[in-house]
């Protein structure tokens, strides 16, 4: 078993920051791919961050330049970290990992909760 969890979301007045971290832990051999979705109320939900294992990284074209995508591979953590925020921001944020679980060596999709970012106008 995987567990995704996130933490650091809130409530922030717009040009505001938060960072957002995704722990994973459980029977886990590696890691590959780690990416950060949002969903806001009424729509689908959307790739904002992705990160390959290896460190390269793309963003959403609506979060370029105000967000950053990172990752501790020792500590199988990943971050995101949110500035200049706007109120179209306000979403629920999901991470999601690509897991090669221990000791089978099967890969599996896996998802955290999801934490709240509220931004404020």
């Known amino acids: 078993q995987v567990q995704l969890v996130e933490s650091g979301g809130g409530l922030v007045q717009a040009g505001g920051s938060l960072r957002l971290s995704c722990a994973a832990s459980?029977?886990?051999?590696?890691?590959?791919?780690m990416g950060w979705y949002r969903q806001a109320p009424g729509k689908q939900r959307e790739l904002v961050a992705h990160?390959?294992?290896?460190?390269?990284?793309n963003y959403a074209d609506s979060v370029k330049g105000r967000f950053t995508i990172s990752r501790d591979n020792a500590k199988n953590t990943m971050y995101l970290q949110m500035n200049s925020l706007k109120p179209e921001d306000t979403a629920v944020y999901y991470c999601?990992?690509?897991?090669?679980?221990?000791?089978?060596?099967?890969?599996?999709?896996?998802w955290g909760q999801g934490t709240q970012v509220t931004v404020s106008s």
């Open positions: 999601n990992a690509i897991v090669v679980t221990a000791p089978v060596g099967v890969s599996f999709s896996y």
């Open positions: 990160s390959t294992s290896s460190g390269s990284t």
């Open positions: 459980g029977s886990i051999f590696s890691i590959n791919d």
